[in-house]
């Protein structure tokens, strides 16, 4: 059976000398793996360009006996005007897109999932200026969707954050995943960011590195399996 979708680029890697694995989360079938025939004939159906990480795609795939679909087609549904072409916009799509290759495990369909990820994606690719702390929103939001998001009713000045709860507390957790008070209310305010108040919040770099460094830190507390990202070295240095 042949499935047209509108799907994002996770992740791609080339087998052997004519095909390409790519990792992609879509709108009607969750996340799937597709095989795509690559050729450098010009006149080539699928081009290899198209499969560059978060790129919004329609695809046809042949989901027929296979757990690995064959790519039949696939082209750009919106072209990026200036994700591939700043340096520090392109720093964040590869650490977002790494991110969601390995948070996104959702086997079928999910539009709410797909539409949060597609939208943000967007947002990032028109917004002009004040962006830093994208990853910061982007992350954290993403896990109201995973079924893990904060629960921020608690919260009162000098208390902690208990990273396996997903809460805060006024008595010290008998464990060691939690923040000491200075950390949980850079929590707190973190958790009132959205993508349009952002601008408004001041975090150094050492605040953002320690950010994502508890954020990341919280997921694979909550992810089974959860990587160190190899992309995140880039992210610190820039932002």
């Not at 992609?24 to 560059?52: N, Y």
């Not at 060691?176 to 009132?192: N, T, Y």
């Not at 919280?218 to 992810?223: N, V």
């Amino acid at each position: 059976m042949l499935t047209k979708t509108e799907a994002i680029v996770l992740h791609s890697f080339k087998l052997g000398e004519n095909k390409i694995v790519v990792d992609l989360f879509t709108f009607s079938c969750g996340r799937m793996t597709v095989v795509a025939p690559m050729s450098k004939s010009p006149k080539a159906k699928i081009k290899k360009q198209v499969f560059q990480p978060l790129a919004i795609l329609e695809i046809t795939a042949d989901v027929r006996k296979s757990n690995m679909p064959k790519l039949t087609d696939a082209r750009i549904l919106h072209p990026f005007s200036s994700i591939p072409f700043e340096p520090y916009k392109l720093s964040i799509s590869l650490f977002v897109a790494e991110f969601l290759y390995r948070s996104l495990r959702v086997q079928q369909q999910d539009e709410p999932l797909f539409g949060y990820v597609r939208n943000s994606i967007l947002w990032l690719d028109s917004c002009e200026l004040h962006y830093s702390n994208f990853h910061l929103v982007f992350t954290m939001r993403l896990s109201r969707f995973l079924g893990f998001y904060p629960n921020l009713d608690d919260y009162v000045p000098g208390c902690f954050f208990d990273l396996r709860a997903g809460g805060f507390t006024s008595l010290t957790p008998l464990h060691r995943d939690f923040l000491q008070p200075q950390d949980a209310s850079l929590i707190g305010l973190m958790m009132r960011m959205d993508f349009f108040n952002m601008h408004l919040f001041r975090f150094s770099r050492d605040d953002r590195n320690r950010l994502i460094d508890v954020v990341l830190h919280y997921y694979s507390l909550h992810l089974p399996d959860f990587p160190e990202l190899k992309s995140l070295s880039v992210l610190r240095e820039l932002f």
